[in-house]
Each structure stands twice: as structure tokens, then as C-alpha cells.
């Protein structure tokens, strides 16, 4: 009788718990899509592998979705995920490096064509900062990080964080200038 009884628990329980992480998987897909790509696009500059490094990074966390613990981590942790997917590519591949036109993101239809030519410098001075300073800006800008939670997910100290965000400005701003100067000395 007991069997009975367990047999007839057991598939209710599983298909709850199924139907639970359902729920959790599609309001994190719901709430955050939008932040991880965006990032994932920053990292890479090619709107089709952040699409596939974002499928990826979220196809990675449904399958470990019983390890976030803490809901407000969410984020952290999928950028984490994302961090790592984006590390296997090259792990995977050697790409030819060439110059292309960067997609538009969806953020940025409405832009006049200032604006976009504006766009599309910041993202080459962005490039060209150095990958330490590079990455704890980008997610302060494009993912919304405190230097707390950027000093988690790149495992790093703190002050690190700070001073690496304020040498990544320093050096961003420096850039920037170098332009203005060889465009006016140019016009």
C-alpha cells in the first residue's frame, strides 16, 4: 500500500517542482534578456554571437537554476555565465579579425545620425581600453553594477574594482580628447 501511495506522490511532486522551475527560468529570461544581451553585444561587437552567447549563457542557467540560492543575485550570476560563455568562444575558435560594420541595437533606432557616428566612437575608444579596465566599466555602464557586486563577479578586490573603473574613465576621457584634437587639427 505504501508503493501505491509514493508511486502516486511522486510524479505530482516532480511535475510541481518541473512547473516551479518553469516559473523561476521564464520571469529571470523575462526580467533580465535584454541587460545580458546588451552586455553580451558590448563584449563581442556582433549582434549574431551575442544572440548565440546569450541563448547560450541562459540555456547554461536553466540548467543550473537550482544553484541560485538568492534571487537579487540573479544577475551577477548570469553575467558570470555569460562571462565564461563568452571566454569558450575563443576557446572553441580562432575568429579572422576584421573591420565591420557594428549592427544597431534596438536601443538606438531613434539616434540621428550624430548621435550614432557619437555611438559608434564611444564603443572604439571603448574597445581599445584594455580588457582590466574595459570590462569593469562595461558593467558599470551597461549592466548597472555597484563596485561591490562588479568586484564578485570578476572575484576581485574591491579597491581593485574602484581604482580600475577610475583609470578606465581617465583613460575613456583621454582617448575622447585625442579625438577632438586630431579632428580639429584635421578640419
Known sequence: MFT?????IQPSTVNNDM??????YDALVKVLHA???RYAYWLCGDRHVAEDITQETFLRAWKSLD???????????LITILRRENARRFERKQFDY???EEGQ???NINLTLEQKMEQTLLRRQIAKLEPEYREPLLLQVIAGFTGEEIAQVLEL??????TRLFR???QLKDLLEFNQIRDVNNG
Open 4 to 8: 501505491k501511495l509514493r508511486n502516486k
Open 19 to 24: 512547473l516551479n522551475k518553469q516559473k523561476r
Open 35 to 37: 541587460d545580458i544581451f
Open 67 to 77: 544553484a541560485l540560492k538568492d534571487e537579487k543575485a540573479a544577475k551577477a550570476w
Open 98 to 100: 576584421t573591420d565591420t
Open 105 to 107: 541595437l534596438e536601443d
Open 157 to 162: 578586490n574591491q579597491n581593485t574594482v574602484l
Open 168 to 170: 578606465a574613465r581617465n
